[in-house]
């Protein structure tokens, strides 16, 4: 519903926009309810000329509001010397996302974090003598002028004029006192500010409290993480994002000093908490540092979205949902790092921000691209029904990283709202999880599942191990009752319902209290009708892609006829790497990465690139072109990538291959230059199992030219 909703801003000149509300439970558009999926994109960190294919793309994905930061530095580097210009003109980029339907909260600043040089604050500020991030009237001073420039790119496109901006949030991951926030909100509502909704961040507590309404908390939860200050595997408290809780906070980024209660016999407080349960950060990936290089998979951002879902989220917000890389400063590198004057908690890359996220730095879908689609259409479509079911949760908390000992499952229903749990009527969603990141868990055997008074499967069923799943019962359609299904919910719009068999459990139905095994899966032919809705099952493949068959088959259509061909690029070696440098400790007791002059002495390779100019051409994003990704597979500590003398990429080594998009390059570009430092015994850093670290040293294992996915 959301999503048809929102396509009425494609001509929100004409039309009157929807009202927007919120309660305990979510947002309300015209006062109906609604379950967005929230994506993260950062416009200065993507150039201009992709914007409007990245945001395309993430609404194909499910992705139904854009989240952005607007780095302070990124537009005044120098003092009253605004930069609005090409990839940081936040005005175009509103208005694209205007074009595409899609609404927009601004992560306004000033402190954004996100990794950026001083948290996004620029150098001036930091070395003027004001206390950043109070109440300082100097600095105040400040943020206004940065509010009021921001204005100009947002006035006239505010949800009130019918654009796309419908929320900002306030800094980032502040913990003094909420009368900071409130000084900054009151500044953005003097310039014109005037929107629905506002945010923060909820985490870490607030010293003092913002009044009840004025700004929503949203939370975040990450599968690992790049600031932990161990180099091992499986460090810290990640763990506990997979399993259901009531609780919103995360014990990996912080906590809130909202007093939100334990329930009541295993009921989340959802219904009793005055904010709804909202993210804003729910790793979609993770950044690389320095020190710590971690590697992501798939199954940790779904399990993760599913496990927020079941705990009674009704917005997932993700963070990040489109990786980027950073534009290049004036006046020096955009990155965080241990030697930047504030913000200095970790050295990142120079350049890239890639983020491991469903679409990555170069725009390319990653494999949880397709695997989150399926909730995202289910938040979609089913949201109205599921956003005001509270949290049930029948197996007590776990506590233990790694426990095995019991399948975690929670539900929602009407009817834990209502006090009545054993309701036969209430429609309800049983959310399972059997996945947690590095713990191999086994499968479940004997699962069943009893909720508002259905007991099902008729027999017990084994859970696979990794199986991460939803089951829909009491789930009323076209005048009859699918009491209970062991298929997930995907869709359910134009007379159609479809449901994803999940590999290794039967596909069964029971409707009206007939109970029906289905087998095969098929997105042409439905397996049964239910008054005038019509029931398909498809496989997780089909699942993934649903509604987007007609682009993939034309993608690979192209690829079987040579548009779209694979390409070896020539590399010679030119210089072997010299002396190794000695890697030291910052001031946060952590490895610290290279400077440009330590790459005088890194081995050198000249990649010779083919003549081809259809390599180069930007990509086409539904006409059959997704561009080509030039592909280093390599070992090595750190590499960079220039071209004609220019810093254009960089990657710290992680086990995955080091990706550039070609069509990035100018025009007439016939060769690169790749440096890498070698990988040094006994390093201070935290390699994945997927690097191999087995010899220092380094090699190139090849370089090629690959379609973008």
Request: with cysteine; proline share 5%; aromatic share 10%.
């Given at each position: 519903m959301l999503g048809v909703m929102l396509m009425s801003l494609v001509a929100a000149a004409q039309t009157t926009p929807p009202v927007v509300t919120w309660d305990c439970h979510s947002l309300m558009f015209d006062g109906r309810r609604v379950m967005p999926v929230m994506g993260e994109i950062h416009y200065s960190r993507l150039p201009e000329n992709e914007w409007a294919d990245e945001v395309r793309k993430m609404k194909e994905g499910g992705v139904t509001i854009i989240a952005n930061y607007v780095f302070w530095n990124h537009v005044e580097e120098q003092q009253g010397i605004f930069d609005w210009s090409g990839q940081r003109n936040l005005r175009h980029f509103i208005e694209i996302c205007k074009a595409e339907g899609m609404p927009v909260c601004l992560r306004i600043g000033p402190y954004c974090h996100g990794e950026a040089r001083c948290g996004g604050i620029p150098d001036w500020v930091v070395k003027s003598g004001c206390k950043l991030r109070s109440e300082d009237p100097q600095f105040l001073a400040y943020v206004e002028a940065l509010y009021r420039q921001i204005f100009t790119q947002v006035q006239g496109l505010q949800w009130k004029d019918g654009g796309p901006v419908l929320a900002c949030q306030f800094d980032n991951e502040y913990g003094g006192n909420g009368s900071y926030l409130m000084q900054l909100k009151k500044i953005a509502n003097d310039i014109g500010f005037d929107l629905p909704f506002y945010t923060r961040t909820g985490w870490p507590a607030l010293r003092t409290p913002t009044p009840f309404g004025e700004m929503i908390p949203l939370y975040g939860d990450y599968a690992d993480g790049f600031w932990d200050r161990k180099t091992s595997e499986g460090c810290g408290n990640y763990w506990k994002a997979f399993h259901f809780t009531a609780s919103p906070t995360s014990g990996a980024i912080g906590s809130e000093q909202l007093d939100y209660s334990q329930g009541v016999n295993g009921v989340s407080p959802n219904s009793t908490s005055q904010y709804p349960y909202f993210t804003c950060e729910l790793g979609g990936g993770m950044m690389t540092s320095y020190h710590r290089r971690v590697y992501l998979y798939p199954e940790d951002a779904y399990s993760m979205a599913l496990v927020k879902l079941g705990s009674g989220s009704n917005l997932l917000g993700y963070y990040m949902y489109h990786g980027g890389t950073n534009p290049d400063g004036h006046l020096t590198y955009l990155n965080e790092c241990q030697k930047t004057p504030a913000t200095n908690h970790n050295d990142l890359p120079v350049k890239t921000y890639d983020f491991q996220a469903p679409?990555?730095?170069?725009?390319?879908?990653?494999?949880?691209?397709?695997?989150?689609?399926?909730?995202?259409?289910?938040?979609?479509?089913?949201?109205?029904?599921?956003?005001?079911?509270?949290?049930?949760?029948?197996?007590?908390?776990?506590?233990?990283?790694?426990?095995?000992?019991?399948?975690?499952?929670?539900?929602?229903?009407?009817?834990?709202?209502?006090?009545?749990?054993?309701?036969?009527?209430?429609?309800?969603?049983?959310?399972?999880?059997?996945?947690?990141?590095?713990?191999?868990?086994?499968?479940?055997?004997?699962?069943?599942?009893?909720?508002?008074?259905?007991?099902?499967?008729?027999?017990?069923?084994?859970?696979?191990?990794?199986?991460?799943?939803?089951?829909?019962?009491?789930?009323?359609?076209?005048?009859?009752?699918?009491?209970?299904?062991?298929?997930?919910?995907?869709?359910?719009?134009?007379?159609?319902?479809?449901?994803?068999?999940?590999?290794?459990?039967?596909?069964?139905?029971?409707?009206?209290?007939?109970?029906?095994?289905?087998?095969?899966?098929?997105?042409?032919?439905?397996?049964?009708?239910?008054?005038?809705?019509?029931?398909?099952?498809?496989?997780?493949?089909?699942?993934?892609?649903?509604?987007?068959?007609?682009?993939?088959?034309?993608?690979?259509?192209?690829?079987?006829?040579?548009?779209?061909?694979?390409?070896?690029?020539?590399?010679?070696?030119?210089?072997?790497?010299?002396?190794?440098?000695?890697?030291?400790?910052?001031?946060?007791?952590?490895?610290?990465?290279?400077?440009?002059?330590d790459f005088d002495n890194a081995a050198v390779y000249r990649i010779t690139l083919p003549a081809d100019a259809t390599l180069f051409a930007p990509p086409q994003v539904g006409k059959g072109w997704e561009g080509a990704l030039l592909e280093i597979a390599y070992r090595g500590d750190v590499a960079r990538l220039y071209a004609d003398g220019r810093l254009i990429a960089d990657n710290f080594y992680n086990g995955r291959p080091f990706l550039f998009g070609l069509w990035r390059l100018t025009p007439g570009t016939k060769e690169l230059e790749l440096r890498i430092l070698p990988l040094q015994k006994d390093m201070p850093v935290y390699f994945p199992r997927e690097a191999d670290v087995r010899t220092a040293g380094e090699e190139v294992r090849y370089v090629t030219i690959q379609p973008r996915p």
């Open positions: 679409l990555g730095e170069f725009g390319q879908r990653n494999p949880h691209y397709y695997s989150l689609r399926p909730l995202h259409l289910f938040m979609r479509d089913f949201g109205e029904m599921l956003a005001p079911m509270d949290a049930v949760f029948p197996v007590d908390a776990v506590v233990r990283k790694g426990d095995d000992s019991r399948l975690r499952w929670s539900y929602r229903s009407i009817s834990s709202y209502l006090g009545d749990s054993k309701s036969s009527s209430s429609p309800a969603f049983v959310f399972i999880n059997n996945y947690e990141r590095f713990a191999n868990l086994t499968a479940k055997d004997g699962a069943q599942f009893e909720v508002c008074g259905v007991r099902f499967p008729k027999r017990p069923i084994t859970i696979p191990a990794g199986m991460m799943t939803l089951f829909p019962v009491n789930l009323p359609v076209g005048g009859s009752v699918i009491n209970w299904a062991t298929a997930q919910p995907v869709a359910w719009r134009n007379g159609r319902m479809w449901f994803e068999k999940k590999s290794g459990i039967a596909a069964d139905f029971c409707v009206d209290g007939k109970v029906r095994s289905v087998k095969k899966c098929s997105a042409e032919t439905p397996f049964a009708i239910i008054g005038k809705t019509e029931l398909y099952l498809l496989s997780t493949e089909q699942a993934e892609r649903l509604f987007l068959e007609e682009k993939r088959d034309r993608a690979e259509d192209e690829k079987t006829n040579g548009t779209l061909s694979l390409a070896t690029c020539q590399i010679t070696k030119v210089r072997e790497a010299g002396h190794q440098r000695d890697i030291t400790i910052g001031v946060q007791k952590v490895a610290e990465e290279p400077v440009d002059a």
